[in-house]
């Protein structure tokens, strides 16, 4: 008997001219494929294609077609689930995007997943082979429990030298615009230790000596944390995470994550605008605080990347100008940024909205790096421009070269700055052709 197949597509963005965003290796692989690959029951025959590096097999004979998106990708996500429902394929989505604008993705698809699909993943399959598929899925975690993921699945993929674990899922925090808050409402799910535990052996096993922990805020549960890192630190592997900046104040919770192998912590400091993050429901954030806890970290042997956005209420042209010289100031080695986007789904789409300062009406045109609402101290195409003009600032030569080279512990890491210099250097190619640097 002729098994069942079913086809896991990771969409990639478009650029400008709306075309694919391809890119010749994938280093941040995600994990949501390969836990569902897992989850698939054993008599299907899976396939996964990473649209960043392969290309989309319409003509595929798979059954069943999954597609999965981050961010504004899902607007090819959507591209490529009309093309296949033309061809006569059964197309669900999922991922956080579409299940933000659940009603609206389900236009596009046979079944949307909503939240997490653990509990519901099974049913699914169960369903389709039944003939009864339903239109969405949803069904709360109260734990968090997840098979191996199936990476024998993509292995033979161009991708980078570290694997993705999970620790945790959800946050404490409320940030308005952030779409882990609108999905889990400070909800914050935490794995076994000795399942997280098992994962990274899996990785180690099959030949990596790195991993990506995917934790929205790892330090949420401090003494999980101190546990966690006493396993990882047995294991002899090298990590890398993202968590507050808070962290910056505890140097002993720094010095025994350092100690067990964590290379770099990426941070959503999101501005330098006390006004701003007060906009975004972030005001527990300190700006001013930033530069000591960065340094602590920085001084703990560990190498700080941020992500921030421009365009919040308490952004002027000149607090965007001020954000290159915080980056260059602090050596920040990964700096990324966002125009502050509403994503429909979230407390803040609604806030605008309801004040009638959407400026874009069309959510497809959404890409992140163009302004779509109305800013409070600038016009939608000022915001637009301070946004390139901040990115070629940071990712100019000069800046480049005083956050990765010209730093007093060069030597003593020589390999990860310079790695940490061909990164920027790369971003920088992409700046240059309006392509916002991104992990996917």
């Avoid at 998106?69 to 394929?89: L, P, Q, V, W």
């Avoid at 882990?180 to 399942?195: F, M, P, S, T």
């Avoid at 042209?317 to 966002?338: E, G, H, M, W």
């Avoid at 210099?421 to 640097?437: A, E, G």
Wanted: proline share 4%.
């Amino acid at each position: 008997m002729k098994m069942k197949k079913l086809l896991l597509i990771q969409s990639t963005p478009y650029d400008l001219n709306r075309k694919p965003i391809k890119k010749k290796k994938l280093y941040f692989v995600g994990l949501a494929l390969p836990l569902l690959a897992a989850l698939t029951p054993q008599d299907w025959q899976v396939e996964i294609v990473l649209e960043t590096i392969e290309d989309i097999p319409f003509d595929t004979d798979a059954d069943l077609i999954a597609i999965g998106s981050m961010g504004h990708a899902i607007i090819r996500t959507i591209d490529i689930a009309e093309e296949f429902k033309k061809r006569g394929k059964t197309v669900i989505l999922g991922g956080y995007m579409v299940s933000l604008m659940a009603e609206e993705a389900g236009k596009y698809c046979d079944s949307v997943v909503i939240g997490d699909a653990e509990n519901v993943w099974g049913r699914v399959i169960e369903d389709y082979q039944k003939g009864e598929l339903k239109s969405s899925y949803k069904e709360e975690l109260t734990c968090l429990k997840t098979p191996l993921p199936r990476f024998d699945l993509i292995l033979k993929k161009n991708i980078g030298d570290f694997l993705p674990i999970q620790a945790g899922r959800g946050c404490p925090n409320s940030c308005s615009f952030c779409s882990v808050y609108c999905l889990y409402k400070n909800k914050y799910l935490k794995r076994e230790i000795a399942d997280v535990i098992r994962d990274i052996t899996q990785i180690k096993e099959l030949g990596f000596s790195k991993f990506l922990l995917l934790d929205d805020n790892i330090i949420a549960d401090r003494m999980y944390l101190l546990e966690l890192c006493g396993e990882i630190k047995k294991l002899n592997m090298q990590w890398a995470s993202q968590c507050s900046i808070k962290i910056g104040d505890d140097k002993e919770l720094l010095e025994i994550v350092a100690d067990s192998g964590c290379l770099a912590l990426s941070f959503g400091l999101e501005s330098i605008s006390v006004e701003s993050l007060k906009y975004m429901d972030k005001s527990w954030a300190k700006p001013k605080e930033y530069p000591e806890r960065i340094k602590n970290i920085q001084a703990a042997g560990i190498d700080v990347s941020t992500e921030m956005v421009v365009g919040a209420d308490g952004d002027t042209l000149q607090s965007i100008q001020d954000t290159a010289k915080f980056i260059s100031d602090n050596k920040i080695v990964i700096p990324r940024f966002y125009i502050l986007t509403p994503i429909p789904g979230t407390k803040y789409y609604e806030d605008l909205r309801a004040h009638h300062r959407i400026y874009k009406e069309d959510i497809y045109s959404y890409n992140g790096s163009e302004a779509v609402h109305i800013p409070k101290h600038m016009t939608p195409e000022e915001l637009t421009k301070a946004y390139w003009d901040l990115y070629n600032e940071v990712f100019s030569i000069s800046s480049i070269a005083k956050r990765t080279l010209f730093r007093k512990d060069f030597f003593t890491k020589m390999d990860r700055y310079i790695f940490y210099f061909m990164i920027n250097i790369y971003y920088r190619y992409q700046i240059k052709r309006k392509i916002t640097p991104n992990i996917i």
